[in-house]
Every structure is written in C-alpha cells, then in structure tokens.
C-alpha cells in the first residue's frame, strides 16, 4: 500500500473546510497537527484562534492571533479578527486599533470598515461610524448589512428620512432581511407613522413568527394608536417567546395602566424591575401606576430611585413633580420641574407644569410666561395651548383667555378639556348661553367628562334652568374641579326616589360652611317623610344646628357614624326634592341662636346705641373663587361715614386687619367667636348685615336677618341674574358688580343705600 503524502497547504484546506463545516474539533486537531509540523504558519494560528472563538476560548484564542501577528504584521485578517474578539471582550479601544492596523493594511476591506462602523455605533460615535459605512457601501454598494446598520446611525442623528431610504436599499438586497423591517419600524414610529410601523412589525413577524422584539415593538405602536387592547395582545405575545424580556414587561405595564388595570400593572413593572433592577425607565413607570394607585410615599420613593441612578432623568423629575404638586408641596413641585429646564430648557412638559405649579402658587405672570414658551416650543398641541388662557382668565384677561381657548381648539378640534376651559371663561364672561354650548360640545367628544357636565350644571343653575342643573350638578362628587374630597359610602345615596318611612337616613355636609347653612332648611322635610335623620356636621356648625326641627342625632364629622340606612349629602336635597325656583323652601328664619348666647351677647352689645351693622368681607382663603368674592377691608372703609356702629364679622383677621379696625373704629369681636353659634347670637343683636358671598351672609339669611350681599359679576349659581332679591333669603339684598369687576362702585352703591337707611332711623 501506498502512503499519501499532503503538502501544509491542502492540510490546511482539510482544516479550513472542517470549521467552516462546523466541525470545529476536527479543524483544531488538524491546525495543531500543522503547527506540529510548521511553528511558524501564521495563517494556521489564526484559523485555531478563530476556531477557538468558536468554542469561547477567548483566552486561548487572543494568544493565537498575538502570535500569528508576531510571526506576521501584515496579516489583516488576523487584525480584523483579533478586533472581533476584542469587541466581544468588551475592550473596544483595543478593538478599535485593530481594526485600525487592519484598515491600514487594506484600505478597501468592505467587512472590516462595517464591523468597525459597528462597534463606533456601540459607543455612541455615530458620524464616524457613518462615515465607515459609506466607504463601506462605496466599494460595495449592495452589501445589505451594512445598508442597515447605517440605517440605525442616520436613525441616531435624526436624519430619519435618510435612514429610511438605506433601509429600502436593504431590503432591496435581501428582501427577507426581517432585522431591517424591525428598524424601519423603529424609525417610522418615531416619525409618528403608527399604521406603517405596525406593518413593518407585521411583516417582520411574518418572517419570523418567533420575534419578541418585533412582538413588543408593535405593541408600542399599537398603543399610540390607542389600540390598547391589541397592544396587551402583542406585548404578551413576545412574553410567550421570552418571558424575561424586560422592555415587554415595562411597556405592558404602562398598557394596562391605561387600561386600569393597576395592580396588574404594578405586576409588570415589578417584574420588569426585577430583571432591569437599574432600569430608571421602569421605575419611573412603577412610580406612576403607584401614584394612580394613590400609594404616594410608595410613588415617591420609586422615582427617587430612580433618580439615584440617572440623576438628570426628566421623566423621573417631572411625575415627581406632578406628585408632589398633587399633595400640596407646590414649591417642592416647582424645584423638580425646573431641575429638567437646566438641561433641557425647552421640555413642553416641564414648561408646562411648570407654569401650572407657578399659576397654583399665585405667581401668574411668572405662570404666563412658562406657558408662552412651551406653546413657542410647540405650537400645535391643543394641551399646551390649553394652559395658556387658564392663567390668562386668573389674570382676569378674559378677552385675551377666549382668544387663547380658540387657538388651542383650532389645534385641537376634540380636545375636550379646551372645550371646558372655555367654557369657564365664557361664564366669567356672562355670556352662559355660549358657555352652556361649549361645555356640550365637550360632553359630546367625552361623554363620561365629569367636569364638563358638573360645570353645565353650574351655567345651568345661574340662569335659573334648576331642572337641568340639579342634575349635572350631580356629576360634582366625579368631577375634579369641584374639589371635594372623596368619601366611601356603605348604604345607598337617596335622590327623592325611596321611601323614607320607618329607614334611618344620614345626611352630611360636603361643601363650605355656607352651603350646610343653605341646605339644612330641607332637613324637617326629609323627616316629614318618615325617616330618622342624623346629620353629620363639621364642629362649628353642631351648636347651631341642634335645635333644627327633625334631626334625632348629630355627630361630628371625623367621629364614628351610626347605623344608617340611606346617604345624602345635603347639596344634593334640592334634587331629591325636585326643587324649581317656585318652589324653594324660602321661610325664614329657618335657624336660631340659642338662648344662652343670645342673652350673652345681647349683654356684650347694651352700650350701643342707633344703627348696629356687621360687616364681612373675606370668606376661606382656600375657596376655589376666593380672589374673586373676597376684598380688602380697606375696601369697606367708605361705609363708615354712615352714621351707625360697625362690628366686625371676621373669625380670622389678616395681616394688620386687627390695627385698622381699631384705627376705623370697628368693633373686633374675633376673638371672641368661639363657633357658629356665637357668630348667629351675635348676628341677632345687629339690624343689618353687609357682607361678600360666605357662610356669614347665609347664617344671617338663615337667621332671617335683613343681609345686604355684594356679589361678584359672574356671581355663583345660587344668586342667579340680573336681579337684587334671592329666592333662598327673602331678607337678602344683592349688590352686584358692573362690568368693571371692582369693590369700588359696589361699596358706593351700598353706602348711599346705608345712608337713606340712616336717615331713616328715629
């Protein structure tokens, strides 16, 4: 038998072959046997180096290429590979130079310049990487790899346009390339082209059914479609493929957050967080379902971490914010929204807040002027635009608010909140027809809009239509401008629709002082229908209302209540006893003070003599139009020319109030008015009060003492239009503010009234 004797050279192509087969054992032992034979063979080390990259010898396999460029220095492939391998051990600047030697050895070599492009794109260096790929594509200009990654670059430097025509070249090349239909996705959906990058995704998917990430990519198109839905469908869909894929879990998170579905939201995100525990993203996300799920000091430490990570994230800093402008803490609020405008100076968001932190703080013009930029920054988002009038209408520029209002709904056609919006300022306006039409037209693009339809309610009542207006008046307890604070109810709420008889029913205040003064003239009719009624009152109201015909029990708000059958907060019994204007429950007086005070502050007030006028002027400061029915005391000054004694009516006096009663030589009783049944004993002694719209001027209607109420000139529902009497009081005079909207002629026009009745007087 013969021996067959091979040259290195076809030993060498016995190995080649072998890796490129995938025998990677075989070619090792056929390299060693060559390097047995030949040391020196630096085309042999580099194939068992590239071999043992296969294998994950990386160790063993940078030994090989560093001896096959010590035996030759020239040898570019053994650069570009020694590059790769550098790459994948995470030393890209020595990657980098080899490349570099590589390149300088062969110019023209198509695959160095792409991985190098690669691995510049890695780190961020995105022109340069740009500009590899284009010599790449020069001398190869079919070379579908490289047409998609430059794609992702142009994609980085926002010349999206551009990438999507390298992205067409690729596929022109290889029309299955199914990563590229995944970045071409990518890049439509950040050019707001939702339905295309849908069907890129699509397509993607078709290719390669098993695709997570094309899965959970469509989802996030599928939810800016406000395909929620379809979007939870997707995003579960690629958590079947891979169940620890973190964006998946994050962006389901936020889908059913929209959905509602909070602590199944909370589920994702916390899972999401387990697998990206550093993920600032995902923290932010947990920290806003957190705070839907009103866990506030939860949501608050969520974005906390995540600001311990990435100390710069806006997201992070802005629902922080938003946070904490919910709770209160509207100077806190302000800090965090303007930490994102030192780096990002035109964030709408943060402007936008911003400006409505500083609109809550009083500061309107500072307010004004965030809100002007942000819409500068973005000019066609009917939400910005929208928070523009609203300070405006603060500042009581109601022309220039309305104006603004039309922008933001030329912007915006179904924009409901600028529907609304401008519907407040059209009632501010008195023109209530106007106002009445576009709180529908925001009803209609929302129909479930509680604050569209409580705000009709009110526009309803001012005119007198109390029919229509009871009930969006019911819609309050859903509607945030109302500001009521939320209760939890076990019984059912009564609206005049079951009887009474033999059933105990709790009614409770819910509003201001004034309005449980207002409505608890209906208590002995609810009792007149059978029930046992118990009313829950805040503490100053209780002494008064304890004599009020029909109430068996009254209890403090705050302590535990009593076995009830039926709820009603009394706001709402004109409803359930279907009130119109005829029909007003008006005797009075309908309250009394008690004897003991009566007799006390009779005793108080023996010494003075003629005319006795209580005066009122500032109602809580924390009442959502206090800048509007409030004034200075400065303002009532001129009445003191009037021949009578004036007391004050004031429990809580502002800063130096208390001086310039003296000095005007008003009566201060604060301090000695311990609660609303001092403040009736009082009222009692006194032949006339003048007041602004607060409790004080319904405790004196209650009481049916002569009350002359100065009303602003879009007044609250209750005082109704253009007439000086009121249905609820018959002994209330009204004084209403002209178009001018000031003090002055209204205090005018009072004093020359005040002066006739002083004249009057024996």
Known sequence: MKTVSLTVSQVFEIALKAYSAGKLGQAEKTCE????????????????????????????????????????????????????????????????????????????????????AALLQELGRNQEALTDYDAALALQPNYPEALNNRGIVLQALGRHQEALASYAAALACRPDFVETFLNRGITRYELGRFEDAVADYDRAIALRPSYADAFSNRGNALGRLHRHADALASYDRALVLQPRHAEALYNRGVTLRVLGKLEASLASHDAALKLSPDDPKVLVGRGITLHDLMRFDEALTSYDRALALQADHAEAHINRGALLHARGHLDQALESFERVLISQPDNVQALTNRGVALHDLARDGEALAAHDKAVVVRLDDAAILDNRPVTLHKLRRLEDALASHDLAIAAGPHHAEAFANRGITLYDLKRFDEALASYERAIALRSDYADAHFLKGLASLVTGDLASGWAEYEWRHRAPVARLTSREWQRPLWLGDVDLAGKTILLHSEQGFGDSIQFCRYVPMVAARGARVVLELEQPLCGLM?????????????????????????????????????????????????????????????????????????????????????????????????????????????????????????????????????????????????????????????????????????????????????????????????????????????????????????
Request: contains cysteine.
């Open 33 to 116: 046997k060559i390097l047995a034979a030949d040391p020196s063979s630096a085309i042999t080390l580099n194939l068992l180096a590239v071999v043992h990259m296969a294998r994950g010898r990386n160790t063993a396999a940078l030994v090989h290429f560093d001896r096959a460029l010590a035996l030759r220095p020239d040898f570019a492939e053994a650069w570009s590979n020694r590059g790769t391998l550098l790459k994948s051990l995470g030393r890209p600047a020595d990657a980098l130079e080899s490349f570099g030697h590589a390149l300088a050895l062969q110019p023209q070599h198509v695959n160095v310049l792409n991985n190098r």
């Open 546 to 762: 304890r004599d009020l015909p029909g109430i068996a029990q009254i209890v403090v708000k705050g302590d535990i209540l009593p076995e009830y059958d039926l709820h009603c907060p009394l706001p709402s019994l004109p409803p359930a006893f279907a009130t119109r204007l005829e029909t007003i429950p008006a005797n009075s007086p309908y309250l009394h003070a008690p004897g003991s005070a009566m007799a006390q502050w009779s005793l108080r007030l023996r010494d003075t003599h003629g005319l006795k006028i209580g005066l009122a002027w500032a109602g809580n400061p924390n009442h959502v139009r206090d800048r509007e029915r409030s004034m200075q005391l400065d303002h009532l000054l001129p009445l003191l020319d009037v021949d009578a004694n004036f007391v004050s009516l004031q429990k809580q006096l502002g800063a130096g109030e208390a001086e310039v009663l003296s000095r005007a030589g008003i009566r201060d009783v604060s301090g000695d008015l311990q609660d609303f049944t001092d403040t009736a004993a009082l009222i009692s002694q006194l032949d006339l009060i003048v007041a602004v719209d607060t409790g004080v001027a319904h405790l004196a209607g209650a009481l049916g003492k002569p009350v002359w109420i100065l009303v602003t000139h879009a007044p609250d529902w209750r005082w109704l239009l253009d007439r000086d009497d009121s249905p609820w009081y018959p002994t209330v005079r009204l004084f209403r503010q002209s178009d001018d909207r000031g003090w002055v002629d209204v205090v005018a026009r009072v004093r020359a009234a005040l002066t006739a009745l002083a004249n009057l007087q024996p």
